[in-house]
């Protein structure tokens, strides 16, 4: 829905802050860089892979809207792998 308070879109969709940037320097956070690639949640993020991988890809698309795949019990089961990385990454708090 890109209203999110990860900086880019705070930056590009909400105007309200004045840099996209990431915490660890990469110039746009954004959820892909968040769940995907940024330094800073790197052991938490070998979690989340580690607990959803047996079930789906760890894709972008399927940590955020789950797998159309998959039964609702396994879905479930990545949304809380992906909550447990929102609550251990300590971003939003």
């Known amino acids: 829905m890109g209203c999110s308070s990860l900086?880019?879109?705070?930056?590009?969709?909400?105007?309200?802050?004045?840099?996209?940037?990431?915490?660890?320097?990469?110039?746009?956070?954004?959820?892909?860089?968040?769940?995907?690639?940024?330094?800073?949640?790197?052991?938490?993020?070998?979690?989340?892979i580690n607990s959803i991988s047996n079930l789906t890809l760890c894709s972008i698309e399927h940590i955020l809207y789950g797998d159309p795949q998959l039964s609702l019990t396994d879905n479930q089961t990545v949304f809380c792998a992906v909550h447990k990385y929102l609550k251990d990454s300590k971003r939003f708090n």
Do not use: Q, W
């Not at 309200?16 to 938490?44: K, M, Q």
């Open 7 to 48: 900086k880019s879109d705070l930056f590009f969709n909400l105007h309200v802050t004045d840099n996209p940037s990431c915490l660890c320097g990469y110039p746009v956070e954004n959820a892909f860089h968040f769940f995907l690639h940024c330094n800073l949640y790197r052991d938490i993020r070998t979690v989340l």
